[in-house]
């Protein structure tokens, strides 16, 4: 994974998750950072690997989302696996 962020790679691939999770769910970053009561340079900051989320964040989100923090956590896993074999190729 290139790093251009101070963000741990734990906290980069949750990000990641939390992003495809909003687009399968078909939620743009305006109507999510509405349904989580945060403005959207929340979410920017966040999409654009400057912050991370807390886990009260990734439990707001994932009830936003109709889901689980489990289901966040499990998404940001399968990527994370994902990249490995990548690089394992």
Request: overall charge positive; proline content about 2%; glycine content about 4%.
């Amino acid at each position: 994974m290139k790093k251009s962020t101070n963000l741990s790679e734990t906290s980069v691939t949750l990000i990641r998750a939390v992003r495809a999770e909003a687009a399968r769910a078909g939620i743009s970053t305006p109507d999510l950072a509405e349904r989580i009561g945060r403005d959207r340079k929340f979410l920017y900051d966040r999409f654009a690997l400057k912050t991370p989320f807390s886990t009260e964040d990734l439990a707001d989100i994932a009830k936003a989302l109709g889901i689980t923090t489990e289901d966040i956590i499990k998404s940001a896993r399968l990527e994370a696996q994902r990249q490995k074999q990548e690089v394992a190729v």
